[in-house]
């Protein structure tokens, strides 16, 4: 199975300033029809997870632009931008090229 | 709007059975794929199993594989897990999640709030 493995594990952000998550694979998640399938997600407390980006860099609709993805290959970055209260929460990456799809550990992202 | 209403959930002992159902709406569901996905008390997301939009293909976990089954019923606008064999360490939160787009199943959204399984003796 692919493991992914997400750094830091927490991130205490100023409110306004950027944050940023790493996320890599223990494969290259480059599928055999040229797309990567590594998404991101977040869960708020007590929410159930929400989808903000896919196959890297695509915003998912409602997702607000503050939100970016990057990467290539085994090593992919969610940013956000300005970080606001409302992004209080876990992000996961997730990877969907290989079955089993798989998740990271998450990253918890707080207000200092 | 899309909605994903799971339920089933409840305790049970090890080694007994157990069948989730997610109830679908919003959407024609006969044309999507749908996945479910767990989480551990106060742990991370773990995939669990995906089927087809007509339930021809289906993927599982290897935590789950040859214990769980996932299906549908398209004319009833539902999925289901059927957990067979349970033990402590499948406890945990059950979500529901459709695939975004009908063509693939690589990424999916939204998801239901989830219904709680809890094994124990």
């Known amino acids: 199975d692919i493991v992914m493995t997400q750094t830091p594990l927490s991130s205490p952000v100023t409110l306004g300033q950027p944050a940023s998550i790493s996320c890599r694979s223990s494969?290259?998640?480059?599928?055999?029809?040229?797309?990567?399938?590594l998404s991101w997600l977040q869960q708020r407390p007590g929410q159930p997870p929400r989808l903000l980006i896919y196959?890297?860099?695509n915003r998912f609709s409602g997702v607000p632009d503050r939100f970016s993805g990057s990467g290539a290959g085994t090593d992919f970055t969610l940013k956000i931008s300005r970080v606001e209260a409302e992004d209080v929460g876990v992000y996961y990456c997730?990877?969907?090229?290989?079955?089993?799809?798989?998740f990271g550990g998450g990253t918890r992202v707080e207000i200092k | 709007q899309v909605q994903l209403v799971e339920s089933g959930g409840g305790v049970v002992q090890p080694g007994r059975s157990l069948r989730l159902s997610c109830a679908a709406s919003?959407?024609?569901?006969?044309?999507?794929?749908m996945h479910w996905v767990r989480q551990a008390p106060g742990k991370g997301l773990e995939w669990v199993a995906v089927?087809?939009?007509?339930?021809?293909?289906?993927y599982y976990a290897d935590s789950v594989k040859g214990r769980f089954t996932i299906s549908r019923d398209n004319s009833k606008n539902t999925l289901y897990l059927q957990m067979d064999s349970l033990r402590v360490e499948d406890t945990a939160v059950y979500y529901c999640?459709?695939?975004?787009?009908?063509?693939?199943?690589?990424?999916?959204?939204?998801w239901g709030q989830g219904t709680l399984v809890t094994v124990s003796s």
């Open positions: 999640a459709k695939a975004v787009e009908v063509t693939t199943r690589r990424w999916f959204d939204p």
């Open positions: 196959k890297i860099s």
């Open positions: 997730m990877q969907a090229t290989h079955f089993p799809l798989t």
């Open positions: 494969q290259s998640l480059v599928h055999s029809d040229g797309n990567t399938y």
């Open positions: 919003g959407f024609t569901f006969s044309s999507y794929g």
């Open positions: 089927l087809s939009y007509d339930g021809s293909n289906e």
